[in-house]
C-alpha cells in the first residue's frame, strides 16, 4: 500500500470550491429537484422570482444562471436579456414547457442563450448542459 499523500490546507481549499450557479423558478419543489441534482458539483443559490434574481446577480458572481421562463411577477426571458447586458460572461440557460418555435428561436438569439431546455428535463440532461456552460463561462472569462 502506498503512503497517503498530504494534502496541503490550500491544496484541500482549492479541491472542494465549487463553481457557483443561480436557478430561477417559482415552483419551490422543482427548485428542490433541480438543487438536488446539481448541488454535489456547484455551489447552488436559488430565487424563487427575476426580482429575486436580479438583487442576488448584484450580490455576487454567478457563471451560470438557470431560468424558467413563466413565472409570475416577470417572465425568465426577459430576466435573462438583462441579465446579458450586464453580465455578458454568465452563461443563462433558459428552461420552458412552452414549445413554440418561435418564442425559443427569439430566446436563444435575445438573451444569448448557452441552451434551453424543455419540461419535463432530465437530470442527466441538466447536469451536462450545466457543466459544458461553465467550461464556456470559464473559456470567455480566459479569453478576454
Known amino acids: 500500500m502506498k503512503p497517503a499523500e498530504s494534502k ?5 481549499a482549492a479541491l ?14 422543482l427548485l428542490d429537484v433541480f438543487v438536488g441534482a ?6 447552488c443559490t436559488t430565487a424563487t422570482s427575476a426580482r429575486e434574481a436580479e438583487f442576488l446577480l448584484r450580490k455576487r458572481n454567478f457563471k451560470v444562471v ?3 421562463h ?16 450586464e ?8 428552461v420552458t414547457g412552452y414549445m413554440k418555435p418561435e418564442m425559443l428561436l427569439r430566446s436563444v438569439n435575445e438573451a ?10 432530465s437530470m442527466g440532461e441538466l447536469i451536462k448542459v450545466v457543466q459544458d ?7 470567455a472569462v480566459k479569453g478576454e
Open 112 to 121: 444569448a442563450l448557452f441552451r434551453y431546455l424543455l419540461k419535463p428535463v
Open 133 to 139: 456552460a461553465v467550461k464556456q463561462h470559464n473559456q
Open 87 to 94: 453580465y455578458p460572461h454568465m452563461q443563462r440557460i433558459l
Open 38 to 43: 446539481l448541488s454535489g458539483l456547484f455551489d
Open 70 to 85: 413563466l413565472m409570475p411577477g416577470g417572465n425568465g426571458m426577459s430576466f435573462l436579456v438583462r441579465a446579458r447586458e
Open 66 to 68: 438557470l431560468s424558467d
Open 16 to 29: 472542494s470550491v465549487k463553481d457557483p450557479i443561480l436557478i430561477v423558478d417559482d415552483e419551490q419543489p
Open 8 to 12: 496541503t490546507p490550500t491544496a484541500v
